[in-house]
């Protein structure tokens, strides 16, 4: 009788009061909706939410300051909603001892070329031929965490990993042992190669721009991988192998010992009247140098 009375009162508080009843749901569909929304937005868009649930200071603080400081944290630390559940229902049961989660130090390297493609792209000549960042990332299949350190959104290169795979390219010495590689090899976009003679004389100031074997890139004479200083037999080898036969190059050569480099001075190379002041008289009187290639 009693369980008649209710479902008699029921009926009639909902026919009498169906449009309030309506309204009301639709209100509490918007609201929530809102929330909803508003609260999505929240967690997939606002930076403060991240701080909200870790020890964050340091990591926020970092971000703050770095490069990516326009960008959110959930462009780079992002978790599908699967991934999402699997931590809430891990932080219900479980508390802060969650499950292992991939979105703070490894998904975060996957995104990396959505917006850096021009970069990683650097370098690109052929499918078969391209040397930086393309020959590194596609050619070679070398992830940006093999050679960019990630500690604290600080993505600076990794000086000591080209050694990893350079063991045998020791860089030369002549006061240079203290560069790292990338002093030398450049990988901006706006540099058409690792290494260029602009790129040599921005540290080798002293060096003459012009005159004989000015047009010669540095590194056909000196190859800084491996013998940096080249010799008099290589002058011969390389290109001089004639002019060891003209004039009085043979009889300086034979008799006196001399070599090349005796005489030619490095980045002058020219033996003129002026030269030839100090230097022709250490042997024998001094003679016009014109009358040498007779």
């Not at 706006?190 to 790129?199: G, M």
Request: hydrophobic letters at 30%.
């Amino acid at each position: 009788m009693f369980k008649e009375k209710i479902s008699s009162f029921c009926l009639k508080f909902l026919e009498e009061n169906q449009k309030a009843i309506v309204i009301l749901l639709l209100l509490i569909t918007v609201i929530g909706g809102i929330v909803g929304f508003r609260y999505y937005k929240h967690t997939r868009e606002d930076p403060e939410f991240c701080a909200s649930c870790h020890l964050m200071q340091d990591a926020f603080r970092t971000w703050q300051q770095s490069k990516h400081r326009d960008l959110q944290c959930q462009i780079c630390h992002a978790l599908s909603i699967l991934e999402e559940n699997k931590l809430l229902v891990s932080f219900v049961v479980k508390g802060t001892d969650t499950i292992n989660q991939e979105h703070g130090r490894i998904k975060p390297w996957n995104s990396c070329r959505t917006c850096h493609l021009s970069d990683v792209a650097q370098g690109s000549i052929t499918l078969s031929k391209s040397y930086g960042h393309a020959q590194h990332v596609f050619m070679q299949n070398i992830t940006c965490s093999t050679c960019h350190l990630g500690n604290l959104h600080t993505f600076a290169p990794n000086e000591q990993a080209c050694s990893q795979c350079h063991d045998d390219k020791m860089i030369h010495g002549m006061g240079m042992e203290g560069l790292s590689c990338l002093n030398c090899h450049s990988y901006g976009d706006k540099v058409p190669k690792l290494v260029t003679n602009k790129r040599c004389l921005s540290c080798h100031q002293d060096l003459p721009l012009k005159g004989i074997m000015s047009r010669l890139k540095c590194f056909d004479c000196h190859h800084p991988h491996g013998k940096i200083k080249p010799s008099a037999q290589d002058c011969l080898k390389s290109c001089h192998g004639n002019e060891s036969r003209v004039g009085q190059h043979e009889i300086h050569m034979q008799k006196a010992k001399l070599t090349c480099l005796d005489c030619h001075k490095a980045h002058v190379w020219s033996v003129g009247k002026k030269e030839a002041k100090n230097l022709c008289v250490r042997c024998h009187k001094l003679k016009d140098p014109a009358s040498f290639i007779y």
